[in-house]
Nanobody, 127 residues
Framework: QVQLVESGGGMVQAGGSLRLSCAAS????????MAWFRQAPGKEREGVAA????????????SVKGRFTISATASQDSAKNTLDLQMNNLKPEDTAVYYC????????????????WGRGTQVTVSS
């Protein structure tokens, strides 16, 4: 199992930017997919962005395309494995708890693709 710990959440005004980071306890590419999900109050957890370890193909939800960028740094040195999410031009509807996830295979933005989850970090965007 990969332990994942998110950081970087906070409060920002609409139009602002935040960068989320997820520290992994082991070599990140031991999993096939890495992703960021989010869950707003009263809503289902949804996939926001995913990255395929082999080749680095990225996937984004339509709601964040052109505004969010997912990237990863992976190393056999377990202290140097991070998954980042750069979020620009934030909107109030981006307000949610954001989760980092890692999984072995399936549909990139589907929740059941992922077996390892962080505990989440809150992002709040004010209008």
């Amino acid at each position: 199992q990969v332990q994942l710990v998110e950081s970087g959440g906070g409060m920002v005004q609409a139009g602002g930017s935040l960068r989320l980071s997820c520290a992994a306890s082991r070599y990140l590419y031991s999993r096939q997919y890495m992703a960021w999900f989010r869950q707003a109050p009263g809503k289902e957890r949804e996939g926001v962005a995913a990255l395929f370890a082999s080749g680095g193909t990225t996937y984004y939800a339509d709601s964040v395309k052109g505004r969010f960028t997912i990237s990863a740094t992976a190393s056999q040195d377990s202290a140097k494995n991070t998954l980042d999410l750069q979020m620009n031009n934030l909107k109030p509807e981006d307000t949610a708890v954001y989760y980092c996830a890692a999984g072995r295979g399936g549909i990139p933005l589907a929740r059941n693709t992922y077996s390892d989850w962080g505990r989440g970090t809150q992002v709040t965007v004010s209008s």
